[in-house]
């Protein structure tokens, strides 16, 4: 399933690889060795430093890899989200990011008649207005 299984790695060598980027040039903007890179591409997690370098280097957002993960597959919040203070120590987000993939692959499971529209929004959260504008544009 989408984003069910995350290997990160394997992600990372693919975009690699979709690029056509040298070893060399991966080894020296992330400042390791070729034995290191390709145990990074074998490792199904990474230091979030790391990620970030990888995520400059080859112009890929992977972190929203994970946020798609969340989106689809964390269980809805058991807390009274009104009851919860916000601290100004980390940076909160108002709204959930979509991706295309995101969008196609909810998409696909109503137009295919795997899920209905009010299944949608109960498994996955999504707003109905977010759903209808979604439809709307197909």
């Known amino acids: 399933m989408l984003y069910k299984e995350i290997h990160i790695g ?3 060598q693919e975009r690699v690889n979709e690029l ?7 080894c020296s903007f ?3 060795d070729e ?10 997690s990474l230091d ?12 890929y957002d992977f972190f929203r890899i994970y946020s798609s993960h969340l989106i689809l597959y964390s269980p809805p919040s058991a807390v009274d989200k009104t009851k ?3 601290s100004d120590k980390i940076p909160y987000f108002r709204k959930n990011i979509y991706t295309q993939e995101i969008k196609d692959f909810i998409i696909g499971k109503i137009q295919s008649g795997e899920m209905t ?5 109960e498994e996955y959260s999504i707003p109905k207005s977010t759903l209808h504008r979604w439809l709307q544009k197909i």
């Open 117 to 121: 529209h009010s299944e949608i929004i």
């Open 20 to 26: 056509e980027m040298s070893l060399e040039r991966v």
């Open 35 to 44: 034995e290191a890179v390709e145990k990074m591409f074998e490792s199904k």
């Open 48 to 59: 979030t430093d790391l990620l970030l370098r990888c995520s400059k280097l080859l112009e």
């Open 10 to 12: 394997k992600f990372i």
């Open 30 to 32: 992330l400042k390791k």
């Open 84 to 86: 919860n203070p916000k």
